[in-house]
T-cell receptor, first 114, second 115 residues
Framework: DSGVTQTPKHLITATGQRVTLRCSPR?????VYWYQQSLDQGLQFLIQ???????AKGNILERFSAQQFPDLHSELNLSSLELGDSALYFC?????????????FGPGTRLTVL | AQSVTQLDSQVPVFEEAPVELRCNYS??????LFWYVQYPNQGLQLLLK????STLVESINGFEAEFNKSQTSFHLRKPSVHISDTAEYFC????WGAGSYQLTFGKGTKLSVIP
């Protein structure tokens, strides 16, 4: 158990819908990262927050957004969903913003868009 | 920008045989290097990492990886695999001093240990 929790575990929805994925980092971790794992693209970085502020953006679509709240949990919002958004979405947390800080991964949320 | 290439998508190997999973990276800046393991239906777990110092790093479960700067490689090895090593292995890098330390992953190598 990494200490990072993600809800829900599974999500099945239809095209055009909007969903919210939730992540609670390890106690004391200030950085939260979101990654998408799909069969064709592999594991890709989406976005990072540090202590409530956006720190970096990766290959995140404009239909996707995220935020980190004062209690440090984070939410990833996916809207106007398309079939190609079906993937496993991971959240990771680390204690700081140094590259040698280990990132601890949650179990993921599997999103299926029908 | 960084990129990571894992040369083998699948590696079948017999139990107790040695294995090497290959990883090459490309980066214009110095990087930290990592190997993560993903067991079926689970998240990723850090297996080992190279930050600095000795180029040979070891994990607690018998894996080792060697950083080769001239060949920009970070291959993962184990002298004798067990059934429990069956999993997908991801090589990843993150740049030094960039202010953000998102991981860039390879496509992964599925290791199947055959009894």
């Amino acid at each position: 158990d990494s200490g990072v929790t993600q809800t829900p575990k599974h999500l099945i929805t239809a095209t055009g819908q909007r969903v919210t994925l939730r992540c609670s980092p390890r106690s004391g971790d200030l950085s939260v990262y979101w990654y998408q794992q799909s069969l064709d693209q592999g594991l890709q970085f989406l976005i990072q927050y540090y202590n409530g502020e956006e720190r970096a953006k990766g290959n995140i679509l404009e239909r996707f957004s995220a935020q980190q709240f004062p209690d440090l949990h984070s939410e990833l919002n996916l809207s106007s969903l398309e079939l190609g958004d079906s993937a496993l979405y991971f959240c990771a947390s680390s204690s700081g913003t140094s590259g040698d800080n280990e990132q601890f991964f949650g179990p993921g949320t599997r999103l299926t868009v029908l | 920008a960084q990129s990571v290439t894992q040369l083998d998508s699948q590696v079948p190997v017999f139990e107790e045989a040695p294995v090497e999973l290959r990883c090459n990276y490309s980066s214009s800046v110095s990087v930290y290097l990592f190997w993560y393991v993903q067991y079926p239906n689970q998240g990723l777990q850090l297996l080992l990492k190279y930050l600095s110092g000795s180029t040979l790093v070891e994990s607690i479960n018998g894996f080792e990886a060697e950083f080769n700067k001239s060949q920009t490689s970070f291959h993962l090895r184990k002298p004798s695999v067990h059934i429990s090593d069956t999993a997908e292995y991801f090589c990843a890098v993150t740049p030094w001093g960039a202010g953000s330390y998102q991981l860039t992953f390879g496509k992964g190598t599925k290791l199947s240990v055959i009894p």
